[in-house]
């Protein structure tokens, strides 16, 4: 599915331009191609900050039983590699 695409002004200094181009070109897409990834991630980036923060507020109104806490970690202990 091919989604409308807008044309957005953004102002950017000749290091940045140049290290985005250099940047695409080693990858072969093109800097608006490299931008929209970009957006994407800080949006992603952004996205999880606030899931973490839901969880971590969750956890403080109602924090885990210890008693779980420690089996999972014993659990985990016992069920990992040996590296």
Same mark, same amino acid.
């Given at each position: 599915? @091919? ?13 940045? !331009?140049?290290? +985005?181009?250099? !940047?695409? /070109?080693?990858?072969? @897409?093109?800097?608006? %191609? +490299? ?7 800080? !949006?992603?980036? @952004?996205? +999880? ?8 507020? %969750? ?6 039983? *210890?008693?779980?806490?420690? %089996?999972?970690?014993? +659990? /985990?202990?016992? @069920?990992? *590699? *040996?590296?």
């Amino acid at each position: 599915m @091919t989604m409308a695409r807008r044309e957005v002004l953004v102002q950017l200094d000749d290091e940045l !331009i140049e290290r +985005l181009a250099a !940047i695409a /070109a080693a990858e072969g @897409t093109n800097r608006s %191609a +490299l931008l929209r990834r970009g957006a994407r991630a800080v !949006i992603e980036a @952004t996205d +999880l900050a606030a899931a973490d923060a839901e969880l971590d507020a %969750a956890y403080r109104r109602q924090p885990q039983d *210890p008693a779980f806490v420690e %089996a999972a970690a014993r +659990l /985990a202990a016992e @069920t990992a *590699p *040996p590296w």
